[in-house]
């Protein structure tokens, strides 16, 4: 029930395209929604995030899809660069749980050139 | 404004001996969450400090433990390690107790020969 459930694994896309990476909870406890982008050997840093009572959600070239009914939602980054070649992180968190985040397994993205 | 600083940056230790690790949060953040990131996988949540007392805790033995300071700067410490403890931990820091927003350390590298 704690589960967050991320998809792709990876994900190749060419530079200028769109990259969709998607995930999927169970726990209707969930409130909040943050994405995370992870280089090799660094933190997670927060990119986005979204909470239920909105359906969308965009800060630059990234925008949060969420749809409540599915319990699902997804980021897209338009315009893809190579310097967005990282791994993405999903994540939910409720207060019920002392709002520690649930990690998707993230999707490593490459974006070429 | 100083962000999250986590100390050391790798760590090399043998089976059954015991380490601890550091952070300092973010300026002023009272919250400090401790993940253990395996390599490949999604950050894994530990436990949680505010204001020096724990305040939640993950699916970890009683072998890791932690501890707050009044400055919100924060220790984990694991005893008697594993080999499956080697991982990247990562510290987070929250603007205040129950605060969902989430800011990353750099980690500590922790490998178990």
């Known amino acids: 029930q704690q589960q967050v459930k991320q998809s792709p694994q990876s994900l190749i896309v060419q530079k200028g395209g769109i990259s969709i990476i998607n995930c999927a909870y169970e726990n209707t406890a969930f409130d909040y929604f943050p994405w995370y982008q992870q280089f090799p050997g660094k933190g997670p840093a927060l990119l986005i995030a979204i909470r239920p009572d909105v359906s969308e959600k965009k800060e630059g070239r990234f925008t949060i899809s969420f749809n409540k009914s599915a319990k699902q939602f997804s980021l897209h980054i338009m315009d893809s660069q190579p310097g967005d070649s990282a791994t993405y992180f999903c994540?939910?968190?409720?207060?019920?749980?002392?709002?520690?985040?649930?990690f998707g397994a993230g999707t490593i993205l490459r974006v070429k050139s | 404004e100083t962000g999250v600083t986590q100390s050391p940056t790798h760590l090399i230790k043998t089976r059954g001996q015991q380490v601890t690790l550091r952070c300092s949060s973010q300026?002023?953040?009272?919250?400090v969450s401790w993940y253990q990131q395996a390599l490949g996988q999604g950050p894994q949540f530990i436990f949680q400090y505010y204001r020096e007392e724990e305040n939640g805790r993950g699916n970890f033995p009683p072998r890791f433990s932690g501890l707050q300071f009044p400055n919100y700067s924060s220790e984990l410490n694991v005893n008697a390690l594993e080999l499956d403890d080697s991982a990247l931990y990562l510290c987070a820091s929250s603007p205040r107790g129950g605060s969902d927003e989430q800011f990353f350390g750099p980690g500590t590298r922790l490998t178990v020969l």
């Open positions: 994540a939910a968190s409720t207060p019920e749980y002392g709002n520690k985040l649930v």
């Open positions: 300026s002023g953040h009272n919250t």
